[in-house]
T-cell receptor
């Protein structure tokens, strides 16, 4: 079965600082990978997805970017964080059985 | 119209009660369906897949109605530990992107 690793678990950053969140996947190859954000008490918002190395699709225009330098690595970045970037960031992988698995998430607070 | 709709609740039920949630979807080409459970401040976790013939896992039963484009989740003999948000997920129809409902909140009280 798949395992998704995300770090850090919790992050507090000042407005205007950069961001880098990393996600790695074990137990599968060539997965579709996804970044979601969940604001407090809200549903999941898809930010980016990737069907392969170097292939990134953006769902929501914003100051975030994503990269996929390796098959099982997905990175979410920002050059300058905004207050509105606060939230729970989840990395997910789409398995061969058509099921999504989620990492444990990173809780980001921008102050 | 939203692609996947759920009643946000909360559904407030006593222990031992039976509770049912519905989820409607708009894309008739959707091919696979799931229920996820999300505990407070945690990631969503797969609860069960939903098959055309329906499926049961202990106290949980999931049903699919393609004609009316909805799926349901029935929880029997509710436990305090069932308190969570239940997310409906719909895949397929030519997209790589699963569509999530906003979730239904369940609170089971003593």
């Amino acid at each position: 079965s798949q395992t998704i690793h995300q770090w850090p678990a919790t992050l507090v950053q000042p407005v205007g600082s950069p961001l880098s969140l990393e996600c790695t996947v074990e137990g599968t190859s060539n997965p579709n990978l996804y970044w979601y954000r969940q604001a407090a008490g809200r549903g999941l918002q898809l930010l980016f997805y990737s069907v392969g190395i170097g292939q990134i699709s953006s769902e929501v225009p914003q100051n975030l970017s994503a990269s996929r330098p390796q098959d099982r690595q997905f990175i979410l970045s920002s050059k300058k964080l905004l207050l509105s970037d606060s939230g729970f960031y989840l990395c997910a992988s789409f398995s061969r059985t058509d099921t999504q698995y989620f990492g444990p998430g990173t809780r980001l607070t921008v102050l | 119209r939203k692609e996947v709709e759920q009643d946000p609740g909360p559904f407030n039920v006593p222990e031992g009660a039976t509770v049912a949630f519905n989820c409607t979807y708009s894309n008739s080409a959707s091919q696979s369906f799931f229920w996820y459970r999300q505990d407070c401040r945690k990631e969503p976790k797969l609860l069960m897949s939903v098959y055309s013939s329906g499926n049961e896992d202990g106290r949980f039963t999931a049903q699919l109605n393609r004609a009316s484009q909805y799926i349901s989740l029935l929880i029997r003999d509710s436990k305090l530990s069932d308190s969570a948000t239940y997310l409906c997920v719909v895949n397929g129809g030519g997209s790589y992107i699963p569509t999530f409902g906003r979730g239904t909140s369940l609170i089971v009280h003593p």
